[in-house]
């Protein structure tokens, strides 16, 4: 059953169907919703693009569904899927190493080049301690989805699950539509 | 030396998206990790790419960071002994 959802675009943001103001738009948007909705977390400034739409779209969920604890839980799974993998943290990463008379590859760069660390800073910021996934896909495809989030139930300790797209391409492009469901008695 | 200090206040902050932080914010002798900055592992890591990008300087033992990495005073002062750029 569907509780909660979160859609996060360059130009719009909408938690739960309703539409969240904002000034900004693009990479500067991701900004603002973090100064606005959260503000506590310094970590945000060192993500990557895709880590930093997922860390936020995450919060604005987590938010609507309120009563946050930040308690250690083994019931709730992280799993989110894209089409671009870390293919910005990638291009910065590779633009610190492309020049042999500038080679000095980034350290902070690097540790973004996957995509899964975005499913591990969002289980870290609420120590979430049950299933996190990262798949990538052709493009967004809701069955795909909703059958893979179907499956992670199959595992019993799992109650809950942060779930959906979170898809950037470079610092201006990306989308996210993330949702909380829980499990069907 | 406060000239180099300074700017090193002003690299550490862009190297590391210190955001929302200023020069005058890193007092120069507190500790840059643990209770100080709050600095982590990758930080480090981070630091020591600096200082070979911005002063020529390869640690060519990186547990020498631990020393080097004590304070922004303590950093500056390798860095005005040891630079070569």
């Known amino acids: ?185 | 030396m406060d000239e180099l200090i300074y700017t090193l206040k002003q690299q550490i902050i862009e190297a590391l998206n210190l955001e929302d932080m200023k020069p005058e914010d890193i007092d120069d002798n507190a500790s840059l990790f643990g209770e100080g900055l709050g600095l982590d592992s990758i930080d480090a890591l981070e630091l020591i790419v600096m200082m070979e990008k911005n002063y020529g300087i390869k640690l060519k033992d990186p547990t020498q960071g631990k020393e080097i990495f004590k304070s922004v005073a303590v950093m500056a002062d390798f860095i005005a002994k040891n630079r070569t750029k």
């Open chain 1, 1 to 185: 059953m569907m509780r909660h959802s979160v859609i996060i675009t360059p130009d719009h943001v909408i938690v739960d169907g309703n539409p969240l103001m904002h000034n900004e738009k693009g990479s500067v948007l991701l900004t603002e919703l973090y100064r606005n909705n959260i503000g506590d977390y310094p970590k945000f400034f060192k993500m990557d693009t895709l880590s930093k739409l997922g860390f936020i779209a995450s919060e604005l969920l987590l938010n609507a569904e309120g009563n946050r604890s930040f308690e250690p839980r083994e019931d709730r799974a992280v799993i989110l899927f894209n089409r671009h993998a870390s293919l910005q943290a990638d291009t910065a990463y590779q633009a610190t190493i492309q020049d042999p008379d500038n080679f000095f590859p980034s350290p902070a760069a690097f540790v973004y080049t996957l995509p899964n660390i975005v499913t591990g800073e969002i289980a870290i910021r609420n120590k979430y301690f049950g299933e996190t996934s990262f798949i990538v896909i052709d493009d967004y495809d809701e069955k795909i989805i909703m059958e893979n989030l179907k499956n992670a139930f199959q595992d019993p300790m799992t109650t809950s699950i942060i779930g959906g797209w979170v898809d950037c391409s470079d610092e201006e492009h990306f989308e996210a539509k993330i949702f909380l469901i829980e499990k069907e008695n």
